[in-house]
């Protein structure tokens, strides 16, 4: 029997498994769909469809960097912790970093859908597929970024062993040991303090008026403050957002490592500047977490046990 396109893409859809493997599948079964998934998931390649509906919310960040103006971070989960420390896991969540700081994809779909450095007959996708067979978890690449600096560098800080991965780019017409250390700080202020914009000028205005309105609303609903005159008022809620913005704009948060305690890390990129007789700031950065916003599993092993005495 004739194998078609659409059947290869059919079984994959199905299972998961590589191209290649579906196609092989299809051959030796005669083209029978069923059949073919059977041979699949007995050579161990179609492992990943059972666990394809499992939250994967652990896992690692893990940045690279190809020189001092070209870097990459990517953010890979597994469903435990415990694979998260695998090595073969941590060797593929380096590869795929290596990956990605040497791609020129827009998006994830383009990124998946690319040769897999470590084999061209495979595609990213399908790398991960035969990993999740290896591994017996379902695993996801999640996302990642590639920061290229123009007229400056770049650097990185990793923490917790993969949990926050950070890159900082830097417009800088002095590139040294010290303005380096003095960007790998700021790298590491934010992987503690997790600021949402470099200067409050990226701060946008309909965010601002929506702030706005939610302060308004909560004095209008405190029955003290909401006597007072609207003069008042509008101060009390300058304030606050003022306040809001120097937490969530690195240059206007108070530096981790500042002497005084008062240094803000603008401040504190003026005197290293100063220092170096350079031109020196911040143009963006990109922090990830690992399982940032994702729902992660309760396990209860109680349960667990329960549940596979009654089965």
């Known amino acids: 029997m004739a194998i078609t396109a659409g059947m290869v893409k059919e079984l994959r859809e199905m299972t ?3 191209m290649m493997d579906c196609k092989k599948a299809l051959t030796e079964t005669n083209g029978d769909m069923d059949a073919a998934v059977e041979f699949l998931r007995k050579n161990g390649q179609a492992k990943a469809e059972k666990k394809a509906n499992r939250i994967a919310a652990e896992g690692l960040c893990k940045v690279v960097i190809k020189d001092e103006k070209t870097a990459a971070v990517v953010e890979v989960n597994s469903e435990t912790d415990f694979v998260a420390k695998n090595e073969d896991f941590q060797n593929f969540v380096k590869a795929v970093a290596e990956q990605a700081v040497s791609s020129d994809a827009a998006d994830m779909d383009a990124f998946m859908a690319e040769e897999w450095n470590q084999d061209t007959s495979k595609t990213v996708k399908e790398a991960l597929v035969d990993k999740v067979a290896v591994i017996g978890e379902n695993l996801n690449i999640r ?3 590639k920061v290229v600096a123009e007229h400056g560098c770049v650097v990185s800080y990793t923490h917790g062993g993969g949990r926050i991965g950070v890159i900082v780019e830097a417009d800088t017409d002095v ?3 010290a303005v380096k250390e003095a960007l790998t700080n700021i790298a590491m202020q934010i992987a503690a303090l997790h600021p ?4 409050r000028s990226e701060v946008s ?3 601002i008026a929506h702030e706005k309105e939610i302060l308004l609303a909560q004095i209008q ?3 003290k403050e909401s006597q007072k ?3 008042v008022i509008n101060g009390m809620i300058e304030g606050r957002i003022s306040k809001e913005l120097k937490e969530i704009c690195l240059v206007d948060q108070v530096y981790v490592k500042a002497e005084d305690g008062k240094q803000t890390v603008g401040k504190y990129i003026d ?3 100063k220092e170096n007789n350079a031109k020196l700031s911040v143009k963006r950065f990109v922090r990830f977490e690992t399982g940032e916003g994702l729902e992660k599993k309760e396990e209860n092993f109680a349960e667990e046990v329960a549940k596979q005495m009654n089965a």
């Open 16 to 18: 998961g498994a590589g």
């Open 143 to 145: 996302r990642f970024e």
């Open 175 to 177: 590139v040294n040991d």
């Open 196 to 199: 949402k914009y470099v200067t």
């Open 205 to 207: 205005a309909e965010y």
């Open 221 to 223: 609903n405190d029955p």
């Open 229 to 231: 005159p609207e003069k």
């Open 271 to 273: 005197q290293v500047a």
